[in-house]
């Protein structure tokens, strides 16, 4: 049995950083070389980084994107390296999405991507032209390899197969798939059906990291042609993944249909006779908690590193939401680039106030408190002026969260750190947040996080934190206590809203499965909790457009996911109640 060493490159690319990308991807080259490895495999559009957008509208942009692929080119030897770019369809009238190997130099071959997503946070048929084109199997060190990139693995009897069929020993496949909850699993059984369908190993390599809302978990996979499970590339982080898959013995494997075939380097000298196959460890799945926690830390690291934010500021309630947005953002950039603001107001309990102080002391992060009543009072002597009589109700709970955002956003300005707002899913999908309150904000770390996966991620943490032999950073009390803005005497969430255990579900049906409100009461929903709640979701959509971008965990985040018009008069109507005979 012969083997072809492969490096799978997990990197955190940099969108539009064409210099800083080709650096990353040389660097991995240099360590696959050290490693001996046959081939190194880079994520799709490594290069320009993934999504470029509209930047793939200026053909500057992409004229610089091929020069820097031919740095690329130039800088190989012996170990080739498949490498994804913006390239031009063959008639040079539009764009591809591209993969490049190169090898000895040079650019060997070209695939460009046939199946081009156009759903859910995907929208490539805006940019790029689907390849109808043959693909063509390369010789590596005495092995055929073929290229595909990322959708085109999803599809049964597709490239991949068609690659299997005519010979490939292994299909790499390069991906830029972003994270939601319970990925791998989802990968994994689809690579087992290709793999079985195509008789040969994939090699599934991924992106990692945060771009604006996406993040990326990197979590590559190499299936050899039996199913067996190689080797997993590590989740949420950037990694070299360097492995033997066996191989049928290239040209001599029989074919059943042909497709073109290049020789891109010449067989290695064999490896030590009776040496064994280098197998790195299986990585074990994280658990569904320790995932999202992940992606969210990477999520806001990488958007705060990348856009030039070196600290942030939070305005501290002693809620729940607040001390896990904070936890996050201290695991994220470290206690010292992290500021938190106690606002408290007339409303505020002694026990919040405690609570925020004892979160910022057990996540090392300076506190500052400014009670906001003098603002208060005077916001309220000006509306008076203006109404006739004293703000109260909801104008009076709202101006209260609107100074706090006020102060927040003087704060950025003047020091230079962006505020990370606090508000979760269950809160933006039913409008229960304030425009230019608590909203305000430059990232919103727990935006597509329901509520009641904030208090779960909160216990995973501080459970983590027991683990280490250290204590939970979010007080017991912050979760033991009503949820409540504190906006009004005696007030708690559920006074406006259903109970969160009931709230999510309904939301989880209506927001991210697209249900109607009867298709909800059928699967046995309170009717009166799911007529609250899509008149709520449905009445928030102008709010949720001013939101600053967040996160995405879930199959459906509010932004590139969710796109409903403001103005819908859209209203199926619920089901009617059976009425006794």
């Known amino acids: 049995m012969s083997y072809l060493r492969l490096a799978a490159a997990q990197l955190n690319t940099v969108v539009g950083d064409l210099s800083g990308n080709v650096e990353r991807i040389l660097d991995a080259l240099g360590a696959a070389e050290a490693a001996g490895a046959d081939i190194c495999v880079v994520p799709e559009l490594a290069i320009p980084g993934y999504p470029p957008e509209d930047l793939l509208l200026k053909p500057t942009f992409v004229a610089d994107n091929v020069t820097a692929l031919e740095k690329v080119a130039a800088a190989t030897g012996q170990c080739a390296i498949v490498v994804g770019y913006v390239g031009a369809t063959p008639d040079g009238q539009g764009l591809s ?11 060997v071959g070209i695939y460009r991507k046939r199946f081009l997503p156009n759903y859910g946070v995907f929208d490539e048929q805006r940019w790029f032209v689907s390849s109808n084109e043959t693909p063509t199997l390369y010789g590596v060190a005495g092995a055929w390899v073929g ?25 790499v496949n390069l991906n830029a798939s972003p994270y939601n909850a319970g990925r791998r699993r989802e990968r994994l059984a689809m690579l087992h059906e290709r793999v079985a369908e ?54 001599g494997r029989p074919a059943a249909t042909k497709l073109p075939r290049v020789v891109a380097t010449e067989p290695r000298p064999a490896r030590a006779a009776g040496s064994a196959p280098l197998r790195p460890a299986i990585r074990p799945e994280l658990s569904p908690e320790a995932e999202v926690y992940a992606a969210l830390v990477l999520g806001t690291r990488d958007y705060l590193g990348k856009n030039g934010f070196k600290e942030a500021v939070i305005g501290l309630s002693g809620g729940i939401d607040s001390s896990l947005v904070a936890t996050i953002a201290v695991d994220a950039l470290g206690p010292f680039h992290v500021h938190g603001i ?29 009670p906001i009543e003098g603002a208060h009072v005077a916001f309220t002597e000006m509306l008076a002026g203006v109404l006739g009589r004293e703000p ?6 709202n101006l209260q969260s609107r100074l706090r955002g006020v102060l927040l956003m003087g704060v950025s300005n003047a020091k230079g750190w962006i505020v990370l707002t606090t508000g979760n899913k269950s809160e933006m999908a039913t409008g229960y947040s304030t425009l230019y309150g608590d909203s305000a904000g ?14 779960d991620l909160c216990r995973y943490r501080n459970t983590q934190a027991v683990l280490e032999g250290l204590p939970g950073p979010i007080p017991d009390s912050v979760l033991d206590k009503p949820p409540s803005a504190e906006l009004r005497p005696d007030q708690r969430d559920d006074q406006s809203l259903p109970p969160y255990e009931k709230l999510d579900p309904v939301l989880q049906g209506y927001v991210e499965g697209d249900q109607t409100a009867a298709d909800l009461v059928a699967r046995g929903f309170d009717p009166a909790v799911v ?3 899509v008149r709520l979701v449905d009445g928030a959509e102008y709010k949720r457009r001013q939101m600053p971008p967040g996160v995405r965990i879930t199959t459906k985040a509010f932004g590139k996911d969710r796109r409903m018009p403001i103005t819908n008069h859209y209203r199926p109507p619920l089901p009617e109640e059976p009425r006794g005979g």
């Open 342 to 370: 106690s606002m408290p107001s007339r409303y505020s309990s002694e026990g919040s106030r405690h609570d925020a102080e004892a979160l910022a002391a057990l996540l090392g992060i300076d506190l500052r408190v400014v």
């Open 97 to 107: 999405n591209a993969a490049a190997l190169c090898a000895g130099g040079r650019v």
């Open 147 to 171: 290229i595909s990139v990322c959708e085109d693995v999803w599809f049964p009897d597709g490239p991949v197969a068609q690659q299997g069929r005519a010979g490939a020993d292994v299909v």
């Open 198 to 251: 195509a008789g040969c190993a994939i090699a599934y390599v991924n992106q990692v990291g945060g771009q604006d809302e996406l993040v990326f978990d990197g979590d590559s996979l190499i299936v050899a042609s039996d199913g067996t499970l190689l080797a997993t590339g590590a989740q949420f982080a950037t990694d070299l993944v360097v492995v033997d898959i066996p191989v049928a013995g290239g040209p």
């Open 531 to 533: 007529e609250q709640v």
């Open 442 to 455: 430059g990232f919103a770390v727990i935006k597509d996080v329901p509520k009641t996966l904030v208090y």
């Open 392 to 397: 109260a109700g909801l104008t009076d709970e």
